[in-house]
C-alpha cells in the first residue's frame, strides 16, 4: 500500500465514512463493514481531500490523463466529477470537461439537458468515476444509455474509477469487474477492501482500534461466502 492510500484509509476511518461490525445491505447480506462517501464530502476541506486522492489514483493506477470528460453519476459522484476536474486544472494546467445524468428527466427548460448534464463532443474520450461499485450494472446501464443518446459522437471510455472496491460478488455470482469487463471496461479503484482491513487489523487510529480480532473474523467469514477471489 502507497502512503497516499494508507493516508486515505486514516482519513475514511476518521470521519466514519468506513464503519465495522454488522450492517444489512440492500441485498439483505449482513456486511461486516459500511462506507459512505458523503461523510468525507460534505464539506470544502473533506471534498478537497477526496479530490486529491482521486488524482492520486488517476496517475497511479489508470496511468494519467487520457480522456477529455469526466462522467459522474448522480448522484454522490457529480461533486467528485467536479473536484477532479477542478484540481486537474488547478494543478496540472490540464482541462477536461465533466458531467452528470439524471435520474429523473427534466421535463421543462433546455431539452437537450433533458436527462444529461454536460458539453459531449465528438471523438471524446470518457471516464467515469463514482465512489463504489457494487455490480455494476448501473455504470454498464449508464455508460449504454450515452453511447446510445451520443451514437454519432464516436465517444469512447477510457474506464471507471471508484474509491472502495468491496471485492464481492453480485447476486449472479459475477464480480463487478469481470461484469465491466465484458463490455471492455477496466475498473479502478483506489482501495480494496482487503487492503483496508489488512491495514486497520490491530492498528490504532485516532487512539482507537477500528479493527480488531473480531472484525477480522467476521470480515473473512464474509469474504468466504461473497468475496470475488473465491468464486
Not at 482519513?11 to 450492517?23: H, I, N, R, T
Not at 487520457?66 to 482541462?95: Q, R
Request: proline share 1%; glycine share 10%; with cysteine.
Amino acid at each position: 500500500m502507497k502512503k497516499w492510500q494508507a493516508d486515505l484509509v486514516e482519513f475514511l476511518a476518521g470521519c466514519g465514512a468506513l464503519l465495522f461490525g454488522e450492517f444489512k445491505l440492500k441485498s439483505g447480506r449482513l456486511s461486516p463493514f459500511f462506507f459512505n462517501i458523503t461523510k468525507t464530502i460534505s464539506d470544502g476541506n473533506g471534498l478537497l481531500r477526496i479530490g486529491e486522492f482521486y488524482l492520486n489514483g488517476l496517475f497511479d493506477m489508470v496511468g494519467g490523463v487520457k480522456f477529455n470528460f469526466i462522467l459522474g453519476p448522480a448522484y454522490k459522484a457529480i461533486p467528485l466529477a467536479a473536484i477532479i476536474s477542478l484540481l486537474l486544472y488547478e494543478k496540472h494546467n490540464i482541462t477536461v470537461r465533466w458531467g452528470y445524468d439524471r435520474k429523473e428527466e427534466k421535463s421543462y427548460g433546455v431539452a437537450s439537458e433533458k436527462w444529461f448534464v454536460g458539453e459531449l463532443c465528438k471523438g471524446d474520450r470518457l471516464l467515469l468515476v463514482d465512489d463504489v461499485a457494487t455490480t455494476g450494472k448501473t455504470k454498464i446501464d449508464l455508460i449504454k444509455r450515452v453511447r446510445t443518446a451520443f451514437k454519432d459522437y464516436d465517444l469512447t471510455f477510457q474506464g471507471v474509477l471508484i474509491l472502495l472496491d468491496r471485492e464481492e460478488v453480485g447476486e449472479d455470482g459475477r464480480y463487478s469487474g469481470d461484469v465491466l469487463k465484458d463490455e471492455g471496461l477496466k475498473l479502478y479503484s483506489l482501495l480494496k477492501v482487503s487492503e483496508v482491513f489488512e491495514y486497520l487489523y490491530n492498528r490504532v487510529v485516532d487512539g482507537r482500534v477500528l479493527v480488531s480480532d473480531k472484525e477480522y473474523r467476521l470480515f473473512q467469514e464474509y469474504r468466504r461466502m461473497f468475496g470475488a477471489s473465491t468464486r
